[in-house]
């Protein structure tokens, strides 16, 4: 069997535990062959990010049009996109595609940089209706879908959904143990995926590594529920076992948990 090809829309992070760099470790551990096309370029490490460099859409075209002339994509995952010049790239690339698209709508890094220029927001709704999942934490759901957690009312926006939404690590007591609740609905369908919480600033990157292990999983020809249950195993195993370096928020082990999880391809 040929080996799948994923491809990441994504930043930088040249501290190596976000962005690009942390979608590669993920496909890498999953056992798909990763290719990329760069957005942004970051000057970041675990405490912040120092500067960002706007890459111009017309190379991020190129980038994507190389991707496609060579290669059979699989699956693609989308992170940070900051503009709405690169989300409407983004959005014309992806809407005649039929393959799995997990969204990542990154507003704010793990170490509280913005991420997302202040006009770009409402824009990226508009790739709801050509990805297959978006992947929020609480604070994005809420900026982007108006999802307060325990609110009925809020869920409403998210049943109109064109795509399916995982909402992100809510901190929840469960059977007296604290536990980390991913949230899955598809329309009207929930779904629930924990773990036991980790108190800890071993995070960065959590979020795009997530991502990309669902993208992975679809590749790989999971289910989604499947994807989403492994995706949260493998970030629950890669903090677990943290190198915790940097002076912020330490990275995650990719290959530690890929290996822990025995989900390399044969």
Same mark, same amino acid.
């Given at each position: 069997?040929?080996?799948?090809?994923?491809?990441?829309?994504?930043?930088?992070?040249?501290?190596?535990?976000?962005?690009?760099?942390?979608?590669?470790?993920?496909?890498?551990?999953?056992?798909?062959?990763?290719?990329?096309?760069?957005?942004?370029?970051?000057?970041?490490?675990?405490?912040?990010?120092?500067?960002?460099?706007?890459?111009?859409?017309?190379?991020?075209?190129?980038?994507?049009?190389?991707?496609?002339?060579?290669?059979?994509?699989?699956?693609?995952?989308?992170?940070?996109?900051?503009?709405?010049?690169?989300?409407?790239?983004?959005?014309?690339?992806?809407?005649?595609?039929?393959?799995?698209?997990?969204?990542?709508?990154?507003?704010?890094?793990?170490?509280?940089?913005?991420?997302?220029?202040?006009?770009?927001?409402?824009?990226?709704?508009?790739?709801?209706?050509?990805?297959?999942?978006?992947?929020?934490?609480?604070?994005?759901?809420?900026?982007?879908?108006?999802?307060?957690?325990?609110?009925?009312?809020?869920?409403?926006?998210?049943?109109?959904?064109?795509?399916?939404?995982?909402?992100?690590?809510?901190? +929840? /007591?469960?059977?007296?143990?604290?536990?980390?609740?991913?949230? *899955?609905? #598809? &329309?009207?369908?929930?779904? %629930?995926?924990?773990?036991?919480?980790?108190?800890?600033?071993?995070?960065?990157?959590?979020?795009?590594?997530?991502?990309?292990?669902?993208?992975?999983?679809?590749?790989?020809?999971?289910?989604? +529920? /499947?994807?989403?249950?492994?995706?949260?195993?493998?970030?629950? *195993?890669? #903090? &677990?076992?943290?190198?915790? %370096?940097?002076?912020?928020?330490?990275?995650?082990?990719?290959?530690?948990?890929?290996?822990?999880?025995?989900?390399?391809?044969?």
């Amino acid at each position: 069997m040929s080996i799948k090809v994923v491809l990441t829309i994504a930043g930088s992070d040249c501290s190596g535990g976000a962005g690009i760099q942390a979608d590669l470790k993920t496909f890498e551990a999953f056992g798909v062959f990763g290719t990329s096309a760069l957005t942004v370029l970051t000057a970041q490490n675990t405490q912040g990010v120092t500067d960002i460099l706007e890459v111009t859409s017309s190379f991020i075209q190129a980038q994507l049009n190389a991707i496609l002339d060579d290669f059979d994509v699989a699956a693609i995952k989308i992170g940070m996109l900051y503009s709405n010049d690169i989300i409407d790239v983004v959005r014309e690339f992806i809407k005649d595609l039929n393959i799995p698209i997990v969204f990542d709508p990154v507003f704010i890094s793990k170490a509280g940089s913005k991420l997302l220029s202040d006009d770009a927001k409402q824009n990226l709704r508009t790739l709801f209706p050509y990805v297959t999942i978006t992947t929020p934490n609480l604070f994005e759901a809420k900026e982007l879908l108006g999802y307060e957690f325990a609110n009925s009312d809020s869920l409403e926006t998210i049943f109109e959904l064109p795509c399916a939404v995982v909402i992100k690590n809510h901190i +929840q /007591e469960i059977n007296d143990h604290k536990r980390s609740v991913d949230t *899955l609905y #598809i &329309k009207r369908e929930k779904f %629930i995926f924990d773990t036991p919480y980790q108190d800890t600033t071993a995070t960065h990157g959590t979020g795009c590594s997530f991502s990309s292990a669902i993208a992975s999983n679809l590749a790989l020809g999971k289910s989604l +529920q /499947e994807s989403i249950q492994i995706a949260k195993k493998f970030i629950y *195993l890669a #903090i &677990k076992n943290s190198p915790n %370096i940097g002076n912020g928020t330490s990275p995650i082990a990719h290959k530690i948990a890929g290996e822990i999880c025995h989900i390399k391809e044969n």
